[in-house]
T-cell receptor, first 117, second 114 residues
Framework: EAGVTQFPSHSVIEKGQTVTLRCDPI?????LYWYRRVMGKEIKFLLH????????ESGMPNNRFLAERTGGTYSTLKVQPAELEDSGVYFC???????????????FGPGTRLTVT | GESVGLHLPTLSVQEGDNSIINCAYS??????FIWYKQESGKGPQFIID?????DKRQGQRVTVLLNKTVKHLSLQIAATQPGDSAVYFC?????????????FGQGTILTVHP
């Protein structure tokens, strides 16, 4: 079974430009999450999709970040315009449907390393 | 605010020794805890999890202990191997409307010397 995949693996852009990150979750996983780790900080939650709906976007830093999951399959995270502080590693994760007593195990992708210069 | 932190940022052990990685959490509402392992260039990999109604759970060579009284979580790795060298993160979830949100600690770097 294929794991969570992310594209690109690396992206270097200039301040003010736009970048779009893509995440393909494990097939059949309704839940998709975005996290990021900026230099020297812990991994931080950005948002959570259930199918195509945003369940929780409390971690989105500002309106320069836009996440979509049209059709409830893959997701994109767009940063526009990018700022220097957006540099870091962006992780995507997915999990199966959550049951009241079921596990919340989230499977992570390899991440996209974003560098804004 | 809620946070999960680690007592020891680095840990060096000899191959074959047992390793213990500690984690403190501050959100008493947290009901689910996970340990992840991250190797260079890869995303976090699930190791083991535990719910708040348990105080111990064992996996293959790993054991997670949860002490809710002092809000402490630990990961024990038996017979540590060089392949165990990685960054280890604890994470917690408080359920509710944010049932998908994991809060991570800063991570502990484990180095295993042959």
């Amino acid at each position: 079974e294929a794991g969570v995949t992310q594209f690109p693996s690396h992206s270097v852009i200039e301040k003010g430009q736009t970048v779009t990150l893509r995440c393909d979750p494990i097939s059949g996983h309704d839940n998709l999450y975005w996290y990021r780790r900026v230099m020297g900080k812990e991994i931080k939650f950005l948002l959570h999709f259930v199918k195509e709906s945003k369940q929780d976007e409390s971690g989105m830093p500002n309106n320069r970040f836009l996440a979509e999951r049209t059709g409830g399959t893959y997701s994109t995270l767009k940063v526009q315009p990018a700022e220097l502080e957006d540099s870091g590693v962006y992780f995507c994760a997915s999990s199966q449907a959550v049951l009241p007593t079921g596990p919340y195990e989230q499977y992570f992708g390899p991440g996209t390393r974003l560098t804004v210069t | 605010g809620e946070s999960v932190g680690l007592h020891l940022p680095t840990l060096s052990v000899q191959e074959g020794d047992n390793s213990i990685i500690n984690c403190a959490y501050s959100n008493s509402a947290s009901d689910y805890f996970i340990w992840y392992k991250q190797e260079s260039g890869k995303g976090p990999q699930f190791i083991i999890d535990i719910r708040s109604n348990m105080d111990k759970r064992q996996g293959q060579r790993v054991t997670v202990l949860l002490n809710k009284t002092v809000k402490h979580l630990s990961l024990q790795i038996a017979a540590t191997q060089p392949g165990d060298s990685a960054v280890y993160f604890c994470a917690e979830n408080a359920g509710g409307t944010s049932y998908g949100k994991l809060t991570f600690g800063q991570g502990t770097i484990l180095t295993v010397h042959p």
